[in-house]
């Protein structure tokens, strides 16, 4: 248990659904990311979230919406999606204390994503 | 941008042979250097890190070495165990930059 917990687990959604992802920590961590992980490619960063603010969205499709109400709580919101966008999704917290270090990144279990 | 390439890509071992995986980088300015390990179903968990002013760290069965002139390191497993089978992901990184992961490695020990 990393202390990142990932509701739920599995999600099948059709294309037309509306869906959110969600992702909670209490490590008193300031900055959150959404990674996506597809079959044999690598963790592909899909945003960063620092103090509650986005500060970096990879060129990421608008049908991928996220929300950061507080430093705990991380939410992917998902509207038409594409079978091309089954994979599984990893939320991350660190402490991200600024420009003095880069330190561990620590990972939810995932949602793993079927859009049919 | 950071440029993470890993080699190899899969590695298999009897139990008990040691296994090492290179993670090559193309920013001179990186000064962090992790080694995360995915099992399956699991997200990706550190297991050894190692800053800039340092050349090697060694924790039990795994060590990390690293070569900065020539912009990568390796990680080291002796002793290899079943359960170290997994996926290996480097990370390396800069100050207060995001994560960039390599493509991973997988490794299988074999009994």
């Known amino acids: 248990e990393t202390g990142v917990t990932q509701t739920p687990r599995h999600l099948v959604m059709g294309m037309t659904n509306k869906k959110s992802l969600k992702c909670e920590q209490h490590?008193?961590?300031?900055?959150m990311y959404w990674y996506k992980q597809s079959a044999k490619k690598p963790l592909e960063l899909m945003f960063v979230y620092s103090l509650e603010e986005r500060v970096e969205n990879n060129s990421v499709p608008s049908r991928f919406s996220p929300e950061c109400p507080n430093s705990s709580h991380l939410f992917l919101h998902l509207h038409t999606l594409q079978p091309e966008d089954s994979a599984l999704y990893l939320c991350?917290?660190?402490?991200?204390?600024?420009?003095?270090?880069?330190?561990?990144?620590?990972f939810g279990q995932g949602t793993r994503l079927t859009v049919v | 941008g950071e440029n993470v390439e890993q080699h190899p890509s899969t590695l298999s071992v009897q139990e008990g042979d040691s296994a090492v995986i290179k993670c090559t980088y193309s920013?001179?300015?990186?000064?962090?250097f992790p080694w995360y390990k995915q099992e399956l179903g699991k997200g990706p968990q550190l297991i050894i890190d190692i800053r800039s002013n340092v050349g090697e760290k060694k924790d039990q069965r795994i060590a990390v070495t690293l070569n900065k002139t020539a912009k990568h390191f390796s990680l080291h497993i002796t002793e290899t165990q079943p359960e170290d089978s997994a996926v290996y992901f480097c990370a390396p990184g800069n100050y207060g930059q995001n994560f960039v992961f390599g493509p991973g490695t997988r490794l299988s020990v074999l009994p």
């Open positions: 490590l008193g961590h300031n900055a």
């Open positions: 920013d001179s300015a990186s000064n962090y």
């Open positions: 991350a917290s660190s402490p991200r204390t600024g420009a003095n270090m880069n330190t561990e990144a620590f």
